[in-house]
């Protein structure tokens, strides 16, 4: 299902990365969400993953409530495969995320799968 929301779509992989930073500083949870593919998993830092929109949603609640604030980090530029694409960011404190992107039927992207930090 593509992103029919009131916020800007991803028209490319790399959007997804910036639009997370911009939207979690604003604590916009629906935005957030609206990233995602409603069936997407997120891995949780404790294991165990969120599976689909709801779990997603109540994921950020919890994350944004506490006012944290995001830096963009170093984003690696996309690789695309036909309509998947792997991207990945380094991010300040030197994690690093790894999410899977999938083409929407309508041009843009949606993460599929989205691993926060694969050196935790």
Not at 19 to 36: H, I, K, P, S
Not at 43 to 49: D, H, R, V, Y
Not at 79 to 93: C, E, F, H, N, W
Not at 103 to 118: C, E, H, K, M, V
Request: glycine share 8%; no cysteine; aromatic share 6%.
């Amino acid at each position: 299902m593509p992103n029919q929301t009131r916020h800007q779509p991803a028209t490319t992989p790399d959007d997804l990365g910036r639009f997370f930073v911009e939207r979690a500083n604003a604590g916009d949870v629906e935005g957030l969400v609206a990233l995602y593919e409603p069936e997407a998993v997120l891995a949780l830092p404790a294991g165990g993953a969120a599976i689909g929109h709801a779990e997603i949603r109540t994921v950020y609640k919890a994350v944004l409530a506490e006012r944290p604030a995001f830096e963009p980090g170093t984003q690696r530029a996309a690789m695309i495969s036909r309509d998947l694409a792997l991207t990945s960011t380094r991010l300040v404190d030197g994690a690093v995320t790894v999410e899977v992107a999938h083409r929407q039927p309508d041009g843009t992207w949606l993460w599929a799968i989205d691993q926060p930090n694969i050196l935790g």
